[in-house]
């Protein structure tokens, strides 16, 4: 049951990870071709997300328990409401780093949740420590850059 729960909680981030993939990808694509700093980062995070969905992939699969695929409907809402954000704001720097900002304010949040869930075994509180950590960075950074402007 305790292999089952963390199962759960690890699915449900290798599901975010997916979702910050395809969401950076969305966001590559509402960029100007003058937008190339951001399109690096962008590529960075997306190469984050796959090896974080990675180290999850191995501890679910320790567990026994079968890997998740595909993403939460949350995010698909999040990227189409970052269409439509995008769309009406002529595909400027500020509204594509304030929708990323904001998927990566959902991870951050579940993250935490499954941080506070207490059913995580010492070692996969390490893995997910260091996620955070650096999506908490990410975070930082963007936000950052999206003030500057």
């Not at 729960?5 to 990870?17: H, P, W």
């Amino acid at each position: 049951m305790i292999a089952e729960k963390q199962g759960e909680i690890l699915n449900d981030l290798i599901k975010i990870n997916n979702d910050r993939m395809e969401g950076y990808l969305k966001a590559i694509e509402q960029l100007n071709g003058e937008d190339i700093d951001l399109k690096n980062i962008f590529q960075l995070r997306i190469e984050q997300s796959q090896t974080f969905h990675n180290d999850l992939v191995s501890e679910v699969a320790l567990l026994g328990e079968e890997v998740a695929t595909g993403t939460l409907v949350i995010g698909k809402i999040y990227r189409a409401w970052m269409d439509v954000k995008v769309l009406f704001s002529g595909n400027d720097r500020k509204a594509v780093l304030d929708s990323c900002l904001k998927g990566e304010g959902a991870a951050l949040a579940a993250y935490n949740s499954a941080l506070e869930s207490g059913n995580l075994s010492w070692g996969t509180r390490e893995i997910l420590n260091s996620h955070r950590a650096d999506i908490q960075k990410s975070y930082d950074e963007l936000e950052a850059m999206r003030d500057l402007i």
